[in-house]
């Protein structure tokens, strides 16, 4: 099984600030056709979890442009430009490349 | 609007069994591939099983916790996915998301999910 790890696993932010989850799989998501099959989720308290972010950068619909996705192969990283109160919650990364799918163990984005 | 509404759950004891169902509205429900993720009181997110659409032979997956135990299946005249549950142990005890992934008209990803179904297994 493909093994998700994320850093920091808690993250205070001031609101407006920048802030950046990294998100590493044992093994490349990187597929033939060149996309990289790597979600973000967050899930905000007492709620469903809602897609940030689909193939490693692009976002999904609806989702603010301060919510950024980069990296390739074995390496990601989730970046918010500026933090807002209601991006509180719990971010994970999720593999989708090979079943089983799998999960990073979620950072918890909280304001200062 | 779409809709995605978990039923199903409850109280359960070990080893006995308990199908959810995941009741879909406001969209093409045999166009789409289903999913069920589920997560353990104050725990991460864990994807359980997806079903593909008959278009592309409506085969399943499972993660290995769950292979063997549970059966996912789907009803496209109803529009309903199910997730059967045998040989329940303790720690199939979580609530249950169904969801589906779709494109918009701009060609952008989203993801539908519901609010989910409590199980519990205890004795």
């Known amino acids: 099984d493909i093994v998700m790890t994320q850093s920091p696993l808690s993250l205070p932010v001031t609101p407006g600030e920048p802030a950046s989850i990294s998100c590493r799989s044992s093994q490349s998501l990187l597929h033939s056709n060149e996309y990289n099959y790597l979600d973000w989720y967050l899930q905000k308290p007492g709620q469903s979890p809602q897609l940030l972010i689909y193939m490693g950068s692009d976002r999904a619909s609806g989702v603010p442009d301060r919510f950024s996705g980069s990296g390739s192969g074995s390496d990601f990283t989730l970046k918010i430009s500026r933090v807002e109160a209601e991006d509180v919650g719990v971010y994970y990364c999720?593999?989708?490349?090979?079943?089983?799918?799998?999960f990073g163990q979620g950072t918890k984005l909280e304001i200062k | 609007e779409v809709q995605l509404v978990e039923s199903g759950g409850g109280l359960v004891q070990p080893g006995r069994s308990l199908r959810l169902s995941c009741r879909a509205s406001g969209f093409t429900f045999g166009d789409y591939g289903m999913s069920w993720f589920r997560q353990a009181p104050g725990k991460g997110l864990e994807w359980v099983s997806f079903?593909?659409?008959?278009?592309?032979?409506?085969?399943?997956e499972y993660a290995a916790s769950v292979e063997g135990r549970f059966s996912v299946s789907r009803d496209d005249s109803k529009s309903i996915a199910y997730l059967q549950m045998n040989s329940l142990k303790a720690e199939d005890t979580a609530l249950y998301y169904c969801?589906?992934?779709?494109?918009?008209?701009?060609?952008?990803?989203?993801?539908?999910w519901g609010q989910g179904t409590l199980v519990t297994v205890s004795s």
């Open positions: 079903i593909r659409s008959k278009a592309y032979g409506g085969t399943a």
């Open positions: 999720m593999q989708t490349l090979q079943s089983p799918y799998t």
């Open positions: 969801s589906r992934k779709y494109y918009d008209d701009s060609g952008s990803q989203g993801a539908n």
